[in-house]
């Protein structure tokens, strides 16, 4: 099976199943799925940034701060947080994600239920061929350095600044 072919649960704006497709199709018609973004860093606080495939359905050749994907039918969006990390940074034993919030994101044409993650990964990571093709661990201010350097992917960079504002605001709350 190509990951074309990923059978996905199609959501409304509430993110209530509302059907299903494969993913080629889902991504084609603009239908509305659900997806996973998980922050990974290192033991040493530093966040894991790669360059994703040119064979990437969605924003080939592009740069990111997150490991994810789509969330495929039934899958809760906590296992595929999970999968998804494992997959991408070729790890296994990795700890469960940290959920952290959820957010409609719409643009371009994309639509997707977007629930963001972060989680420490320890081991040494192999990240798997097909889905990175280039990656490194940066801090956060080196990061903030190559945002306007490089062709990050729309949809992990509005996150980026979500969780910015997040983590803000969860600071000036006291949590």
């Known amino acids: 099976m190509?990951?074309?072919d990923e059978i996905l649960d199609i959501v409304d704006e509430n993110d209530e199943v509302v059907g299903q497709a494969p993913r080629g199709e889902a991504t084609a018609r603009g239908l509305r799925h659900r997806c996973v973004f998980v922050e990974a860093r290192d033991a040493a606080g530093r966040l894991f940034v790669h360059r994703r495939?040119?064979?990437?359905?969605?924003?080939?050749?592009?740069?990111?701060?997150?490991?994810g994907g789509v969330v495929g039918a039934g899958e809760s969006y906590d296992d595929a947080a999970l999968r998804e990390a494992e997959e991408e940074l070729g790890v296994q034993g990795?700890?469960?994600?940290?959920p952290l919030f959820t957010f409609l994101y719409e643009n371009a044409g994309h639509s997707w239920w977007s629930?963001?993650?972060q989680?420490?990964?320890?081991?040494?990571?192999r990240p798997q061929a097909e889905e990175v093709a280039w990656h490194t661990f940066l801090t956060d201010a080196e990061l903030e350095?190559?945002?306007?350097?490089?062709l990050w992917v729309p949809d992990?960079?509005?996150?980026?600044?979500?969780?910015?504002?997040?983590?803000s605001a969860a600071q000036a709350d006291g949590s």
């Open 115 to 117: 629930a963001v993650y």
């Open 119 to 125: 989680v420490r990964c320890e081991l040494p990571v």
């Open 94 to 98: 990795l700890p469960r994600p940290e």
């Open 2 to 4: 190509t990951p074309a």
């Open 145 to 150: 350095r190559q945002l306007g350097d490089r």
């Open 156 to 167: 992990g960079l509005e996150t980026y600044h979500r969780l910015r504002r997040f983590r």
């Open 53 to 67: 495939t040119a064979t990437k359905l969605v924003f080939p050749s592009h740069y990111d701060m997150f490991v």
